[in-house]
């Protein structure tokens, strides 16, 4: 399974973008999804969850961070999962990362031990 971020920029505050995730490989609606963020200086930091469509709901799950400015969603079709980001501020900056977990359990999803599979990650950059 491989994974392929894009969609980061430099935004003004207030502003918006949408970063997409492409997993390739085999079953794609099999896995869990996480996006992940790390800014200059700091932890890699959980920021939302999508569950898989292949015997899971796919739910969602957010930080408390971005939650109600963040929308998780998965089109299982073109094997993409997105991340809306919407009214971005100052903190939102950093490097985002999607990755993969079998295990589409909910429990645990902030945590970066249970994910087998990363993609590079995609700037984004929150600035005036």
């Known amino acids: 399974v491989q994974l392929q971020a894009s969609g980061g920029g430099l935004v003004q505050p207030g502003g918006s973008l949408r970063l997409s995730c492409v997993i390739s490989g085999s079953n794609p609606d099999y896995y869990a999804i996480g996006w992940f963020r790390q800014a200059p200086g700091k932890e890699r930091e ?26 998780i969603s998965r089109d299982d079709a073109k094997d993409t999962i997105f ?16 990755a993969a977990s079998s295990n589409s359990s909910p429990w645990g999803w902030a945590h970066p031990f ?7 990650g995609t700037l984004v950059t929150v600035s005036s």
Do not use: I, P
């Open 83 to 98: 991340l809306q980001m919407n009214s971005l501020k100052f903190e939102d900056t950093g490097v985002y990362s999607c």
């Open 114 to 120: 249970r994910y087998s599979y990363w993609g590079q």
């Open 46 to 71: 959980a920021v939302s969850f999508v569950d898989s469509t292949d015997g899971s709901d796919g739910s969602a799950y957010y930080a408390e961070s971005v939650k109600g400015r963040f929308t």
